[in-house]
């Protein structure tokens, strides 16, 4: 056995792709590096049965190699559920580079790397992520048609961010009416945790409805303006988790859902933009499910961004944008719907209908 020889804590440098946590039979991991501009990133394409594997890059000062890698492996993994049970025909991809994107980032990287994309003859499609700007993405664009969110003056479909928070809006709808009955959001009190691109979004559209908006973040200034403009009440306490509340909305970090959160949570209703709420997707799922609180599954009502940018490939326009936004009201209602019929948890559900839509297409393809 190899763990008589040699110490299990290392054996993550012993199969340093396939063997990663993060590994999920994805398709091809590209590693790219050029000297000359200090590029180093990783493309991480999951799967390509639906359509070309597109997701955004993000770029990140990672604390090493191997954090860089399985950040790539479970993005671009998450990016293929996202769009499968979106409806779109694209697969999942994602890529990172390695860096710090205020002091590293320059066009003659942003270049190489587009150059990297390009190579793959269009098996991955970026896009923006954590670190990029629509700027870059004009110049990854200058070398492969390969990008999307590229600048509206170039045929972009610009910033993504309100549509996301829109989809947000409608998930978290979808799961009020599942869970009180009604989908009308007065009076609800709803707790939006970042309010940044998105969050500031979904705080207009929860004003506008009438619901007590409370928020926070660790941007003061943000704070202020947010609660000036929409009239939301900035939370000033410590323990956000363990506040009354009728509906929690992640919209900064992902793990937020874990042993600690669940324990004290009082809402009712799970429903944020952050990608990877939950911190253990089936325990922290199946702890959610035990306690009767409706969690509309990120990847899901998150997935207006990346509607956004398909119509971009797809030509069509802000009109069917918005209906298919719209539609991630239908697709909660329906994943919770499933999720009662068969005892699983609404974010197995969602992996489940998005797994099967893989699959059919799969045998298709092979018939
Ligand atoms: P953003 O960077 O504009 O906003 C994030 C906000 O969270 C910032 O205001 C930041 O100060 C705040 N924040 C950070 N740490 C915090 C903490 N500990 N507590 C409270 N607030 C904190 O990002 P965004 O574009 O609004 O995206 C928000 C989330 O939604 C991210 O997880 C992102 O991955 C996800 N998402 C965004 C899109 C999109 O279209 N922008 C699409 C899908 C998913």
Redesign the pocket.
């Known amino acids: 056995m190899v763990s008589d020889v040699i110490n299990t804590s290392e054996l993550h440098k012993i199969d340093p792709v396939f063997g990663q946590l993060s590994f999920d039979n994805h398709e091809q991991v590209v590693f790219c590096n050029d000297k000359d501009t200090g590029l180093k990133a990783i493309i991480g394409i999951h799967n390509t049965v639906l359509g070309p594997a597109l997701g955004g890059t993000r770029m990140w000062q990672y604390t090493n190699e191997w954090e860089a890698l399985n950040d790539v492996l479970r993005l671009s993994r998450g990016m293929t559920f996202k769009s499968a049970i979106t409806g779109l025909n694209l697969g999942g991809g994602k890529a990172v580079i390695i860096g710090d994107a205020k002091t590293q980032k320059t066009p003659a990287l942003m270049r190489k790397f587009g150059e990297f994309v390009h190579s793959l003859s269009g098996r991955y499609i970026t896009a923006e992520?954590?670190g990029m700007e629509t700027s870059d993405m004009d110049i990854v664009r200058d070398v492969t048609p390969y990008v999307t969110g590229i600048s509206e003056s170039r045929g972009g479909a610009g910033?993504?961010?309100p549509?996301?928070?829109y989809g947000v809006f409608m998930g978290m709808k979808a799961a009020a009416r599942y869970k009180f009955g009604s989908d009308v959001l007065e009076d609800k009190t709803v707790y939006v945790?970042?309010?940044?691109?998105?969050?500031?979004a979904l705080v207009e559209h929860l004003s506008n409805e009438g619901a007590n908006v409370v928020i926070?973040?660790?941007?003061e200034e943000?704070l202020q303006a947010v609660s000036k403009a929409y009239g939301a009440t900035i939370y000033r306490g410590s323990d956000i988790y363990a506040e009354e509340m009728d509906i929690y909305a992640?919209?900064?970090?992902?793990a937020t859902i874990n042993d600690d959160s669940i324990s004290k949570l009082k809402a009712q209703v799970i429903a944020?933009?952050?990608?990877?709420q939950l911190k253990d997707e089936i325990k922290h799922g199946a702890m959610l499910r035990d306690r009767g609180i409706a969690y509309a599954p990120?990847f899901l009502i998150?997935?207006?961004?990346?509607i956004?940018v398909y119509a971009e490939l797809e030509g069509y326009g802000k009109a069917e944008i918005m209906r298919k936004t719209e539609n991630i009201y239908n697709t909660t209602l329906e994943i919770f719907k499933h999720s009662d019929e068969n005892d699983l948890t609404s974010h197995y559900s969602a992996l489940r209908i998005a797994v099967d839509r893989i699959e059919a297409r799969k045998k298709e393809a092979n018939k």
């Not at 926070?216 to 941007?219: E, F, G, T, V, Y």
């Not at 992640?250 to 992902?254: D, N, S, V």
């Not at 998150?302 to 990346?306: E, H, K, Q, S, W």
């Open positions: 992520d954590v910033n993504p961010s549509i996301t928070a945790q970042g309010i940044g691109h998105v969050g500031e926070a973040d660790i941007n943000r992640p919209c900064a970090l992902g944020g933009a952050a990608n990877n990120d998150n997935a207006g961004g990346i956004n």
